[in-house]
């Protein structure tokens, strides 16, 4: 399929109603958040932000802010891997705007290894010895505070995974001010996984117009222990602006395996979380989403009740050899090149969420990120009481097909395609509309979606592969991952398809009911760059993020359009294969230029309007 050239707008839209006022969907102009110059909250640098001024390393899992009271006023953050080179280690990276996203500069939160300056040695972060922030997650208060929470973790043990919010104030002027670090919740120093380790992190701030808690900053995780995957969702709250937290409750009562949990508050001051509750059969439990709802200020919940029950699509394949897998995950976790599920051990792992070359090859032979389904909820904090969106990616039912290789996303030897769903309650999460795709296509997967509620519309922004050239051995695109094309059935292999993933943004005057949609990415993206694991694997982040304040509108996603491509000399065959990312290596050994382009992934923006 031919790449567009200009927006495209669906037909089927009717048009947006003048009693809204709903941004224009302007021309394609993204913007590079992240690779700009590093400066210290107080202005100065270090030896650290300098190397991350020029360094090139990646950046992913995004977040995005506008502020409510001056919409000039955003931020962003990311996972950021630019401090690898210097400290060995990944922090959580804030990029800010003071002009409407036309210009950025990028800092660190306070705290990381080696930053000597006052608020980096006051930070707890840097009490508790922790080495490594991420999962960033931003949003505004009323009066010009900005939040900024996250994950703080070591990669060995003394593990000690905890959860963290930093406050700064931005009236005005070019740069938020700093002013502290709270610590949410505090991990075990067991090793990662092996005790109680908090992850998968979201905030809100209650901004209801007749709410009797604005003000109030929740805090919502994932809290994984030993015992397996009967993690629990648990949630926080501020009512001092972030200067102290309540103990940790636990909110996902009854429900087995949870995750991706996201929060909304309404305008008079109600709490939802969502997040998606996984199939369990010795459970009898279903992959869905689900909904808890407060009306006292985050003291207490309702019990969980599912919204949506969905298919998942869940990219996952077989090991070529296991041990080997585990052991190179586990390598690569220990020194800031891998996610962090695989720090716990080096065990051996028969199924794969993620897959390469190397000892990270599997059976199919495709290369793919890892991904699955997930979910957002939102509302509107000037809106109607009692009205909340949930968005969510799934498989679309009855696009099942065989895969004919180990590969799946639906069930063992099945592919399916994704799309983004949207669900909607009137009555504070009582009933909920049946679930409609936002952007109904023939063909193409839509993961990695966000939702927001502001002014009377809704925003939505997901990643596409309408346009990707990805092929299956029968010539079916369901039956491999995205920018896979199947070259052999045995030995199985596949080689990198052109660029064909895009960014959409769509917006919606009527609930949810009809939306204009527009791709916002001007170069389409290869996402499946071996940046990761010894540059074997590749990692793409895990989401997406979405923000508003009136009219105007910032989004932001993972790119790897700048990433520098190449070969890799280990392997004859698969390091041709156009999953390859430039690199030095001498009879086999370390990349010696990592900084070279190889790892450029980072983050791009668009605002609207």
């Known amino acids: 399929m031919r790449i567009p050239t200009r927006l495209s707008i669906i037909a089927s839209c009717v048009a947006l109603t003048a009693a809204v006022p ?20 107080d202005g100065g640098t270090d030896t650290t932000l300098a190397d991350c001024s020029v360094n090139n390393r990646q950046q992913n899992e995004p977040a995005a802010s506008v502020a409510p009271h001056n919409p000039a006023l955003m931020t962003a953050g990311a996972n950021d891997y630019c401090p690898v080179g210097t400290i060995g280690s990944t922090w959580a990276g804030l990029y800010y705007s003071a002009n409407g996203g036309a210009a950025w500069t990028n800092s660190l939160v306070p705290g990381y290894p080696g ?9 707890p972060l840097s009490r508790l010895g922790l080495t490594n922030a991420g999962d960033p997650v931003q949003a505004w208060d009323n009066d010009g505070h900005f939040f900024y929470g996250g994950i703080a973790f070591n990669r060995a043990k003394p593990a000690g995974g905890s959860i963290w919010v930093a406050r700064y104030t931005w009236n005005a002027g070019p740069a938020p001010t700093y002013e ?8 075990t120093p067991s090793p990662i996984f092996l005790g ?3 992850d998968k992190v979201q905030l809100e701030v209650d901004r209801g117009a007749n709410s009797p808690h604005a003000g109030n900053v929740y805090v919502c995780w994932a809290r994984f222990t030993a015992s397996g995957p009967n993690n629990g969702v648990f949630l926080s709250r501020s009512t001092d602006s972030g200067v102290t937290f309540s103990n940790p409750s636990k909110i996902s009562d009854n429900v087995h395996g949870s995750q991706f949990c996201d929060i909304a508050v309404d305008s008079v001051g109600t709490v939802y979380v969502g997040w998606r509750q996984f199939a369990a059969a010795n459970q009898r439990q279903d992959n869905a989403a689900v909904v808890v709802r407060s009306t006292d200020g985050g003291r207490s919940f309702t019990k969980p009740a599912v ?3 969905f298919t998942g699509w869940d990219p996952s394949d077989q090991t070529v050899n296991a ?8 390598n690569a976790c220990l020194v800031a090149d891998s996610t962090l599920g695989t720090c716990a051990s080096p065990a051996p792992r028969a199924f794969a969420g993620d897959c390469g070359d190397g000892p990270l090859a599997c059976q199919s032979g495709y290369v793919f990120f890892r991904g699955g389904s997930q979910t957002r909820i939102t509302a509107d904090p000037n809106g109607t009481p009692g009205e909340v969106f949930l968005a969510f990616d799934a498989s679309v039912p009855g696009t099942e097909v065989p895969t004919g290789t180990t590969y799946e996303t639906v069930a063992p ?4 395609q994704a799309a983004v769903y949207l669900t909607r309650s009137t009555d504070s999460g009582g009933q909920w509309s049946t679930p409609a795709r936002i952007d109904p296509q023939v063909k193409g997967h839509q993961l990695f979606p966000d939702i927001a509620a502001e002014a009377g519309a809704l925003h939505a922004v997901w990643q596409d592969s309408r346009a990707d050239t990805a092929t299956g051995l029968t010539g079916d695109w369901r039956t491999v991952p995205i920018s896979n094309i199947a070259v052999a059935a045995n030995p199985p292999a596949a080689v990198a398809a052109p660029p064909g993933l895009h960014t959409f943004y769509a917006v919606s005057a009527d609930d949810g009911t009809t939306w204009t949609v527009a ?11 071996e940046q990761f694991g010894d540059r074997d694997v590749p990692f793409f982040g895990d989401y997406n993020y979405i923000a508003a304040s009136g009219p105007t509108v910032l989004m932001t996603w993972t790119d790897q359009r700048d990433t520098v491509p190449g070969t890799d000399p280990r392997y004859p065959v698969d390091g041709t294969d156009g999953f390859d990312v430039l690199q030095c290596r001498v009879a086999g050994g370390p990349d010696t230029c990592p900084s070279a382009g190889g790892l450029d992934q980072n983050i791009y923006g668009k605002v609207v309007p």
């Open 22 to 41: 709903v941004p224009a969907v302007a021309a394609p102009g993204d913007v590079k958040v992240s690779d700009r110059v590093y400066v210290r909250y």
């Open 115 to 123: 930053d000597t300056s006052p608020a980096g040695q006051a930070s």
């Open 180 to 187: 502290f670090t709270s610590l949410v919740a505090r991990g």
């Open 196 to 198: 109680v380790f908090h």
């Open 307 to 309: 919204a949506a029950p």
């Open 323 to 330: 041990s080997a897998y585990g052991q190179a995950k586990y």
């Open 413 to 416: 030897g099945t592919g399916s």
């Open 519 to 529: 791709q916002v990415s001007t170069v389409a993206q290869m996402p499946q760059y």
